[in-house]
């Protein structure tokens, strides 16, 4: 699809049911404070406590104003524990690259054997320390492109239970009225369970200049009964990176039914004509419940200076 034919088809197909983009500076409580229901585990005081505000999205990705009042203290434990870990941990590198500052401090990274560091200053940049007689070296140089690629190992991580997380950003946004139709997702949220809940549980995720300081959030839902779109949508951005994916709803089909849905990418609100032949985009399928070790993911830069300095 070109841009326009992709603007025409999300403008005929949805409708923004929940945007943080215009209000950046401002707190978002979601829920009523002197009603509180758990809209995960229908919990109400005094069965449960709501002694914390949660956040409708994960602090590390840089959230401190998006809150739900929502989200009982016994489900936000679970959450934290048993799913944001694994979000955590597959966008470190995305975050560490993108200046997101979490509760304290934008994350760094080294390697296994404490020889190789990176660092990153909004003041100075990236810097890079490998230590004599490393021998997992985390970048390679070529000056002549004026390219620097960044190698990351990511820590072990469980793909649905990434998926879980992002899905669950959505369920904790959007209004009351809507939760009806999305039972089974937060079921499946609030369960031990990874095993996916759609197949495949497809990411679209995007790389394109520009950078959201703060978490940039839309979801959308369905205009019309048209079986061939997801029901709803959540696009979230963080740094240099927008990720995309459909939000598993009750109105997508029955259990066990084989459907095939369109999803094109959302046009990214950062992205420029001028921007363009630099945007980078790819599928990254999250079905598996299986901890993945291993993997390895590498990000390159352009730069304008390079400072070599022999300690």
Avoid at 151 to 159: D, G, R, S, W
Avoid at 182 to 190: E, M, P, T
Avoid at 240 to 266: A, W, Y
Wanted: proline content about 5%.
């Amino acid at each position: 699809m070109t841009n326009a034919e992709t603007v025409t088809f999300f403008a005929e197909n949805y409708k923004l049911i929940f945007s943080n983009l215009n209000n950046h500076d401002k707190k978002i409580f979601i829920g009523n404070k002197n009603n509180r229901t758990c809209r995960f585990c229908g919990g109400q005081k005094p069965e449960v406590t709501f002694r914390n505000n949660a956040h409708a999205i994960p602090e590390f990705l840089g959230n401190k104003r998006v809150l739900l009042l929502e989200e009982c203290d016994a489900c936000n434990g679970y959450f934290s524990e048993g799913i944001e870990d694994n979000l955590d941990k597959f966008t470190r590198p995305i975050r560490t690259i993108g200046l997101i500052k979490g509760k304290k401090k934008v994350p760094g990274y080294k390697t296994n054997d404490n020889k190789s560091k990176l660092a990153v200053n909004a003041q100075h940049g990236i810097s890079i320390i490998e230590k004599t007689g490393s021998n997992k070296h985390i970048m390679s140089i070529d000056e002549d492109s004026r390219r620097l690629v960044i190698t990351f190992k990511l820590e072990p991580y469980i793909p649905s239970a990434v998926y879980k997380c992002l899905a669950k950003i959505a369920l904790s946004v959007m209004p009351n009225e809507e939760l009806f139709f999305f039972r089974k997702a937060i079921s499946w949220v609030r369960s031990e369970n990874h095993a996916k809940i759609i197949s495949p549980q497809v990411v679209i995720i995007t790389f394109a200049p520009g950078r959201y300081t703060k978490p940039a959030l839309i979801v959308l839902r369905r205009k019309h009964n048209n079986a061939n779109v997801p029901y709803c949508i959540l696009v979230i951005g963080f740094g240099n990176f927008v990720f995309q994916l459909i939000v598993p709803s009750d109105k997508d089909g029955i259990s066990g039914q084989t459907i095939k849905l369109k999803m094109p990418r959302f046009p990214n609100p950062l992205e420029t004509e001028e921007g363009s032949n630099k945007r980078q985009y790819g599928r990254v399928d999250l079905s598996s419940h299986e901890v993945v070790t291993g993997s390895i993911i590498p990000i390159q830069f352009e730069y304008e200076h390079l400072e070599r300095t022999i300690m």
